[in-house]
Every structure is written in C-alpha cells, then in structure tokens.
C-alpha cells in the first residue's frame, strides 16, 4: 500500500490505463496469433489439396502415356496386318486374273473343239448318207466322193 500511496492519482489512472492498453495488446496479439495459425492452417490444407491434384494429374498423365503407348503399338500391329491384307488381296486379284485368263483360253479352245466336232460330225453324216445313197443305187464311188 505505500506504493499505492504515493502514487498520484494521475500516476494511477495512467497505471490503470497503461494495464488497460496491456490487456488489450495481449488480446490483440492472442487473436493475432490465433489467426496466424488459423492461416497456417488454411496454407497446410490448401498445399494438401493442391499437391493430392497435382498427384492425380500426374497419375492421369502416366495413365495417358501408357494409354498412348499401347495405342502406338496397338497401330503398328494393325498396320502391319493391314499391309499384310492388303498383299494377300493383291495376290488373290492377280491369281483371279490368271484363272479368267485360263478360262477364256479354255472356252476358246472348247468352242474350236466344238466347231471342228460339229464339222467333222457333219461331214461324217454327209458321207454316211452318201454311202447309204450309194449301197441303195449300188453306183461305184467317184473321185470326187472319195476327196470331198
């Protein structure tokens, strides 16, 4: 209390006043430290997500890589078996060409075959109705009979 008696009044209000505005800072550096870490907070959460994306996106991207590989090869193969058709096609139109070439050839030689059969048939009914003509008249041959 002697302290207290010394003190002025006006020493005493800026005591109180001092302790007042004490208070105050401590509660406004309390809240300030408070929102500090509450900022902290939000930063470490934020950082988390954004790297868990990052993650993902970077995930997505081996995926699509790998995707695009096997595509690529998928594409090799499949070209490779279309040029391999496509041979096989060529080869097939070419031995086609060949058979049609064969079968005209073959209707040729089949229609001569038949021309020169319906010939050689006439002219062996020709000649089988001279003989029979003849062995009916009991006429002798002619030279002209024998060569025609």
């Known amino acids: 209390m002697d302290e207290l008696d010394r003190m002025s009044t006006t020493d005493m209000k800026e005591e109180i006043l001092q302790l007042r505005l004490d208070k105050k800072v401590w509660n406004l550096v309390h809240a300030l430290t ?73 209707e040729s030689a089949n229609k001569k075959n038949t021309q020169s059969s319906e010939h050689h048939t006439t002219t062996l009914q020709t000649d089988m109705n001279i003989n029979e003509a003849r062995q009916e008249n009991d006429t002798p041959l002619s030279i002209c009979d024998t060569m025609c």
């Open 34 to 106: 408070a929102k500090q870490e509450e900022i902290e907070n939000m930063k470490r959460s934020r950082t988390a997500i954004i790297e868990a994306r990052e993650q993902n996106i970077k995930s997505q991207i081996h995926v699509a890589m790998q995707n695009n590989e096997k595509l690529e090869k998928d594409y090799e193969k499949l070209n490779l078996h279309a040029k391999q058709l496509t041979a096989a096609v060529q080869k097939v139109v070419q031995e086609r060409k060949l058979l049609e070439t064969q079968i005209l050839a073959l």
